[in-house]
């Protein structure tokens, strides 16, 4: 038992990757067993992500060899707080979502694909847990490919037309992406020697007098490879299309994690393997800012004017994108703090929206939001869910929502930029344009006779519903639970 | 300025791999063809595989096979291990962007990005 425990950092990734492979092997015999093969390979992971918490908070950080080879040689998994962090919000939302698709899945794809969706869908889980905890430059390039065609093909799998173009402009972007990263991570071995994190920090300001020229190089490459595939604003032109025309689960999965591991990378990338002080000469952090609160503003204003309700929830992804980013630029501790907690709320409240608005799909096959008026009394359930991420979007007190804007508030104020802060505001209010009118018209609203609920929800699919908007309530009131975790993984990012 | 040019002149081979880089940047923006488009995406990613082996190039290296007692000059083995990884990533991504391009042109006919920009503007 306890060579096994020792072995947990490599256990997390490796058991969703083994049974993502087994899957296709089991839709083509045995085919009750997916469902339950892939709840039980999540859960695993579920559980082990809490151990791997327990033993953080007992012990401290601590690393993993993968196959025995010793760090500078081998590939290594580092377990510090920041990566639990992360490792909790990916595989508690994750398996969520996954008990929400295995309903939601039989009505929107084809009967002999069904099987393949969940190796895809295990294959990202996956590649992101890699991700949150990989300490080498070229395991974390891998992942990120693994990553990018995954998501891809969770979108392409719903064969319409839309869906294949929009996957397939997400797919040359992201290439490009990718593309970018790798010639940043070329620069970096290039002038470091090294791939592992750890060592590439400590070479770097020897590195940087020398040759600054190509630690400038790569810092931009990683910033718009990052910045592609995360849609920070100017880069984000795949993300509406991709994420309103996938399945209902890939959207919440999309938009809920995926964007956010990569915001997670590049925390990684420049706030811990780069020193702070490079940033008082190179003005990165300043362009990282002005595009995130572009994209807080612009992004917001796109979704006041869509139509479809996925799109709607899709281009404010692009706004909420922004708030991490921004709580990144800041580069003040509590700005920080807001940044990486609202990558968990966000989690929260994006994947859940988006399963709120499957499930209204799913019963009354109504997308447009002009049709949504008055089904509150129809569906109430999903629509006081839907009402809760809404609140919890504008940051209306006792939602988490609230938590992280706070502290994203006052870490502007904390380094002097009440600009950032005025954006923030204007923001809460461009959002409560957009998703407090659908609120009021679902409860309030005059309905058409024409909207009637075809099926009835079933379990599943509710289940995740109410966990989530509980966890929204719950974590609202009493934030200290994330906020502890989440302050750790700060002040360990800052040492 | 001399010292730029001869800086370039010294490291001809990272000059001709970015040189790579931009060409299939540029066909990748600027085609419309969809397929034109992927290979723009195959030269790009070429261009990135010849930087990061260059980098691990040393003058009169030889392949890194340890022979005992002898003592020999080797070239870095690891960027090449490193992009024989990145080679099989770029040809599963090619595979996963073509088959993709079939089922566009089966659904609209054309592979040409602009054609199917018109068609999708006709219908709404």
Known sequence: ?495 | MIEILSNLLHNFYYLIAIILFVIGFHTMLSHSNLIKKIMGMNIMDTAIFLFFVSIGYVEGGRAPIIELGQDHVYVNPIPSALILTGIVVAVSVTAFALSLIVKIYQHYGTVDAEEIMRIRSREV
Not at chain 1, 164 to 177: C, M, N, T, W
């Open chain 1, 1 to 495: 038992m306890t060579a096994l425990a020792a072995h947990v950092p490599a256990l997390v990734v490796v058991n969703l990757l083994m049974c993502s492979y087994i899957m296709p092997v089991l839709a083509r015999w045995k085919k009750h067993l997916c469902i339950p093969v892939a709840l039980g390979s999540v859960s695993f992971s579920f559980i082990l992500s809490i151990f791997l918490t327990f033993q953080v908070s007992r012990q401290g950080a601590f690393s993993y060899a993968l196959g025995g080879w010793a760090a500078p040689w081998g590939i290594e998994f580092v377990v510090d707080h920041f990566s639990v962090f992360m490792l909790l919000t990916l595989t508690g939302v994750g398996l969520l979502i996954l008990v929400y698709a295995t309903e939601d899945l039989i009505h929107e794809l084809k009967q002999d694909v069904v099987g393949w969706y969940y190796t895809l869908y295990l294959l990202l889980m996956g590649s992101m847990v890699g991700l949150a905890l990989t300490n080498d430059l070229f395991n974390l390039f891998v992942f990120v490919e693994i990553c990018a065609i995954a998501s891809c093909a969770i979108i392409s799998i719903k064969e319409n037309r839309e869906c294949i173009e929009a996957s397939l402009k997400y797919l040359i972007l992201s290439a490009v992406g990718s593309g970018g990263m790798l010639l940043g991570i070329a620069m970096i071995y290039m002038v470091t020697g090294n791939l592992n994190f750890t060592y590439v920090t400590e070479a770097l300001p020897q590195a940087f007098e020398l040759y600054p020229r190509n630690i400038m190089v790569a810092m931009s490459m990683f910033t718009a490879g990052i910045g592609v595939k995360a849609a920070l604003f100017p880069l984000h032109v795949w993300l509406p299309d991709a994420h309103s025309s996938a399945p209902s689960p890939s959207s919440a999965i999309l938009s809920g994690l995926v964007i956010k591991i990569y915001a997670a990378v590049f925390i990684k990338i420049f706030l811990r393997m780069f020193p702070w002080d490079v940033y008082e000469t190179v003005p990165l952090m300043t362009i990282v800012l002005i595009m995130s609160s572009v994209g807080i503003v612009v992004g917001s204003m796109f979704a006041i004017v869509q139509e479809d309700i996925k799109k709607m929830l899709a281009y404010s992804s692009v706004a909420q994108i922004g708030y991490v980013f921004l709580g990144i630029g800041l580069l003040s501790q509590n700005g920080t703090l807001g940044g990486i907690l609202h990558i968990f709320n966000h989690a929260l409240m994006k994947s859940m929206l988006f399963m709120s608005a499957g499930a209204i799909i799913y019963s009354t096959g109504v997308r447009r939001i002009s049709d949504l008026k008055g089904i509150g009394t129809k569906m109430p359930l999903v629509m006081s869910v839907f009402s809760i991420g809404a609140f919890s979007m504008v940051g209306i007190p006792m939602t988490n929502g609230f938590i992280s804007k706070w502290y994203l508030a006052i870490g502007a104020l904390d380094v002097d930029k009440p600009l950032y802060v005025a954006v923030i505001l204007l923001s809460s209010l461009l959002n409560g344009v957009y998703y407090l009118p659908i609120v009021v018209n679902a409860f309030f609203g005059e309905g058409k006779e024409s909207v009637t609920v075809h099926h009835k929800l079933p379990w599943k699919m509710t289940l995740p519903l109410i966990i989530l908007a509980s966890a929204i309530i719950i974590t609202g009131i009493f934030p200290k639970l994330m906020l502890g975790l989440a302050d750790k993984a700060v002040m360990f990012l800052l040492n």
